[in-house]
């Protein structure tokens, strides 16, 4: 018995359910492979401070996490070359040492250095390691969720890739746009990453526990914390999926309540979460020996109040009022506060906050993005909110809505699209063959007797509003709301079964 329900064939549940998710990961890496993103123009985020902090490691030998000036400056001038070229001469070693910097200086976290850094280690120095790695990172994740669930519960893996599959036919897989902005194994396209290991959590928790021998036990406690520090990787690289815990703390209070009066299922409960608290702890204690640098400076995670300071450029009205004379920088940045361009909008900031008027023009620009920075943005960023609240809430309910509501149209009219756009035959067969997996897996589990669609799978739409939290502190777009429209394609295909499922219980009961 599974879930309370019986399986119609115990081999298909051990066998066949196992066999299609793992193929639907191996279809869509496949799909993967077949863009070649590592070989074209783009990586922008990437080549201003991952890859170049990469090869200072590997090559130059800088402190893990730092960047040898002279390296960085290759890749931010590159004079012309492609980001492939630009990596292929640093690899070499010929460029002199420059001064180190400790840290980067583009806001996006350690995560990325980190991930960078181990891919091209493990797989040569070239941009293809950005992809394999990721892939390697998603397997992994497939694989632990594979061994412990063995039931209709792998649903959502062939489901998980169907989607990103059908993203891949999109301008948000095949555009030149893409692979600039958010390639596969970049920064931006992480958000797509924390969803298999959530739901291996979610389903630990919102599933009332078994009682399995000690040693499976053991087994499925290694593969929670497996799951749990590829999620921690996964929120340190791309932050604004963070959401998702919060998704996953109220499970487990809801699940807490339920199970009060169970005083075995409450330690099992506790036991899961102390797990994946002990996943996270293990995962920061090694980052933060690794890059105390990092730490010291507060730059472990992504900026979160520089993005919703920055960003309030969306309003053409901004700035308001006598902002511009209140925040007075063009003495550093000579169009002040502007609706033209929003990071430097927190550069303008920075520049005059109080404390750097006793710092050196490079002790301003290294504590650029750093935690001190960060304080002072937030003290702005309610400065603003005090003073101006129409026009605060004007932004965020009229204009940033707007912009989220395009977004999502714009992914809406994707799908309509994809018979239309010229695309490579060999990926239309892949999605083929994806989609007739996703079927297939579909039909094995109402043919085995069992619901395809529970109330388990309000999840998708519960993380789906979820989703639009990022995209407020932020300003949305494509690249940036990668997450949300993953989420949505899934909620469609969640719809389209449902109807189905309903629809065939609906004419079951008539002919009975």
């Given amino acids: 018995m599974i879930d309370g329900t019986m399986l119609g064939s115990r081999r298909a549940s051990n066998i066949l359910f196992p066999l299609m998710a793992v193929a639907s990961f191996l279809l869509y890496a496949l799909g993967v492979l077949t863009l070649h993103q590592d070989r074209t123009h783009g990586w922008v985020l990437e080549a201003a401070g991952a890859v ?53 200086m583009d806001g996006s976290g350690s995560g990325t250095d980190l991930f960078a850094t181990a891919a091209l280690w493990l797989f040569g120095i070239s941009m293809a390691p950005l992809v394999r790695f990721y892939l390697v990172l998603i397997g992994l994740s497939v694989v632990a969720f594979v061994v412990r669930y063995q039931d209709r519960r792998l649903f959502v893996v062939p489901l998980y890739f169907f989607v990103l599959t059908v993203m891949l036919l999109t301008p948000l897989g095949t555009s030149a746009a893409a692979a600039l902005q958010m390639p596969i194994g970049g920064q931006r396209y992480f958000a797509l990453a924390p969803f298999l290991p959530v739901l291996h959590i979610f389903f630990e928790l919102i599933d009332r526990p078994d009682t399995p021998e000690l040693k499976r036990g053991i087994a499925n406690s290694l593969l929670l914390l497996v799951q749990a520090m590829l999620l921690f990787g996964a929120l340190l690289v791309r932050s ?15 699940r807490l309540y339920q199970e009060r009066k169970r005083r075995l299922a409450m330690i099992a409960l506790l036991r899961n979460a102390a797990i994946v608290v002990a996943a996270f702890a293990i995962c920061a204690v090694i980052v933060a020996a690794a890059l105390p640098a990092y730490l010291k400076s507060g730059r472990l995670f992504g900026n979160f109040w520089h993005r919703a300071f920055a960003t309030l450029s969306v309003d053409p009205d901004w700035p308001y009022g006598d902002l511009r004379a209140v925040y007075d920088c063009t003495k550093y940045i000579p169009e002040g506060l502007t ?50 609240p129409k026009q605060m809430f004007r932004t965020y309910f009229n204009i940033k809505s707007q912009l989220i509501g395009r977004v999502l149209w714009q992914a809406w009219n994707y799908l309509f699209a994809i018979g239309h756009t010229r695309l490579a035959a060999s990926l239309l067969a892949i999605a083929a063959a994806q989609l007739v997996l996703f079927v297939s897996f579909a039909v094995s589990v109402a043919t085995a007797g069992l619901a395809v669609m529970d109330r388990r799978l309000i999840i998708f739409p519960a993380f789906f509003i979820l989703s639009m939290a990022p995209l407020y502190v932020a300003s949305a777009n494509s690249v940036r709301a990668t997450d949300a429209i993953f989420l949505m394609y899934a909620c469609l295909v969640l719809a389209v079964l449902l109807i189905v499922q309903l629809a065939i219980k609906i004419l079951a009961s008539i002919d009975s």
């Fill in 52 to 104: 170049p902090v990469a090869v200072s490691y590997l090559v130059y030998g800088t402190p893990l996490g730092a960047t040898d000036d002279n390296v960085l400056q290759s890749f931010l001038q590159p004079d012309g070359k492609s980001v492939q070229d630009a990596l292929a001469t640093a690899a070499t070693g010929s460029i002199p040492h420059g001064a180190v910097d400790m840290y980067t």
């Fill in 240 to 254: 604004s999926t963070g959401y998702l815990l919060g998704a996953l703390l109220c499970v487990l209070i809801w």
């Fill in 339 to 388: 609706n033209r361009t929003d990071d430097r909008n927190g550069h303008c900031i920075w520049w005059i906050y109080p404390p750097n008027a006793t710092r050196s023009a490079r002790e301003i620009m290294n504590g650029t993005y750093g935690r001190e920075y960060e304080t002072a943005v937030r003290n702005a960023y309610f400065y603003v909110l005090f003073h101006y």
